[in-house]
């Protein structure tokens, strides 16, 4: 008898059912042995080191530090421009140059026949003064200062007394302006030309002949010059008193960065006469003093350079002038104030200003005693800047 074969079904049916129940198996083995691990050992993630990147600086670091430093160019050719001698001709006077290009041609280029710092460092006449090269932030000569002088209780001593305060400031700014078209090159900056200490008559209780302003008429000069963006100019006329000791009074201000100082010899008396009864005097020394000085002040408070006014007419109020030594940080003006009529000004200036160069030069404008007989009227800036050298501080009082 034949044996018999079994269907597809009734062979494969078993193999399935083993084939479940191990999966079974497996299933149920794992899940204890998560239990378990659960239970026992916590779960550790490891995170994976990422791949490193290129070092990047800080922006501090990345960006390039600029630092300002004097264009001492432009600090030459102005001081030849103003020495008005021939000398800031030279600079336009050109060569040309034959330069080879990369095509093999050649083209013409013209150049300046000496360079401005040259020229100014080792020419043989009298202006410009010298070659000291100022700090940076140093006014002069990059603007011209043009001031108003004057005492706020007085209203003979100058247009700062004499005209109300919104009228005095419409003032001094026409006349920015009209130095500004008079000479478009140089930008003007406005001033209070006060006069702090203020020289006496009479001796006083301390017998000295000179009045020391009180700190709220400082203050006034000092908040009208912020109000019109310009400078204060702290004037001294200190009779019998001791002229640095009268300086150093006023360091509460002088420490400001826009208050300068100005040295008026024609009050300084040194043999103990009454002031106005001769014409007072100072030394090359006495300024040089008071230069260091205002030295110590600019480098303890991080000050801009600092400029001394020193007035002058006559031979005898400033000696050894040429001994008289501007800084980096102390420029020095050296100002023609005598009155009269246009030709007699500038007689003086030329007597006491040009032969004997310290720094920069300054002229003073009176708007009443200008105008004394014989005179013809005040003189203009287009007038004024035919001077050699070209005053770069105005005075009107």
Same mark, same amino acid.
């Given at each position: 008898m034949p044996m018999s074969?079994?269907?597809?079904? !009734?062979?494969?049916? @078993?193999? %399935?059912?083993?084939?479940?129940?191990? %999966?079974?198996?497996?299933?149920?083995v794992g899940v204890v042995f998560a239990k378990q691990a659960s239970e026992s050992t916590p779960y550790v993630y490891i995170k994976a080191n990422p791949l490193p990147l290129p070092e990047v600086q800080s922006? #501090?670091?990345?960006?390039?530090?600029?630092? #300002?430093?004097?264009? /001492?160019?432009?600090?030459?050719? /102005?001081?030849? /421009?103003?020495?008005?001698?021939?000398?800031?001709?030279?600079?336009?006077?050109?060569?040309?140059?034959?330069?080879?290009?990369s095509t093999g041609s050649t083209t013409m280029i013209?150049?300046?026949?000496?360079?401005?710092?040259?020229?100014?460092?080792?020419?043989?006449? =009298?202006?410009?003064?010298?070659?000291?090269?100022?700090?940076?932030?140093?006014?002069? @000569?990059?603007?011209?200062?043009?001031?108003?002088?004057?005492?706020?209780?007085? =209203?003979?001593?100058?247009?700062?007394? !004499?005209?109300?305060? #919104?009228?005095?400031?419409?003032?001094?700014?026409?006349?920015?302006?009209?130095? #500004?078209?008079?000479d478009p090159s140089t930008p003007v900056i406005p001033a209070i030309d006060y006069i702090a200490v203020v020289a006496q008559a009479e001796a006083g209780r301390d017998g000295l002949y000179r009045a020391q302003m009180p700190d709220s008429e400082i203050q006034k000069a000092v908040d009208i010059a912020n109000e019109l963006e310009g400078i204060v100019?702290?004037?001294?006329?200190?009779?019998l008193s001791d002229l640095q000791r009268e300086i150093e009074a006023l360091e509460t201000w002088l420490k400001l960065p826009n208050v300068h100082l100005a040295i008026d010899p024609e009050f300084r008396m040194k043999n103990g006469q009454k002031p106005g009864t001769v014409i007072g005097t100072v030394d090359a020394v006495d300024v040089n003093v008071a230069i260091a000085y205002l030295d110590s002040l600019v480098a303890k408070h991080s000050l801009p350079p600092k400029i001394v006014i020193v007035h002058r007419f006559t031979q005898n109020m400033v000696t050894n002038a040429t001994l008289i030594k501007p800084t980096p940080t102390v420029q020095v003006v050296m100002v023609m104030d005598g009155w009269g009529p246009g030709a007699n000004k500038f007689g003086t200036y030329n007597l006491v200003i040009t032969p004997q160069p310290v720094q920069f030069a300054g002229f003073k404008v009176f708007y009443k005693n200008d105008l004394k007989t014989p005179s013809t009227g005040l003189l203009t800036p287009e007038e004024i800047l035919t001077l050699s050298p070209k005053p770069i501080f105005i005075q009107y009082q």
């Open positions: 074969v079994p269907s597809p079904k !009734e062979k494969t049916t @078993p193999w %399935i059912i083993v084939s479940i129940i191990a %999966i079974f198996l497996l299933v149920l922006v #501090e670091e990345a960006t390039p530090v600029v630092v #300002e430093t004097l264009d /001492r160019f432009d600090y030459a050719s /102005r001081m030849l /421009r103003l020495a008005n001698n021939g000398l800031y001709r030279l600079l336009s006077t050109t060569t040309r140059e034959s330069v080879a290009t013209v150049v300046p026949s000496v360079a401005a710092e040259t020229l100014y460092s080792t020419h043989n006449s =009298t202006w410009p003064a010298e070659t000291t090269y100022p700090e940076l932030g140093a006014i002069l @000569p990059f603007k011209r200062i043009i001031a108003y002088y004057g005492n706020f209780y007085s =209203t003979q001593m100058g247009a700062l007394g !004499e005209y109300e305060k #919104e009228d005095m400031k419409r003032r001094l700014l026409t006349e920015v302006a009209n130095w #500004e078209k008079a100019l702290l004037e001294v006329q200190v009779g």
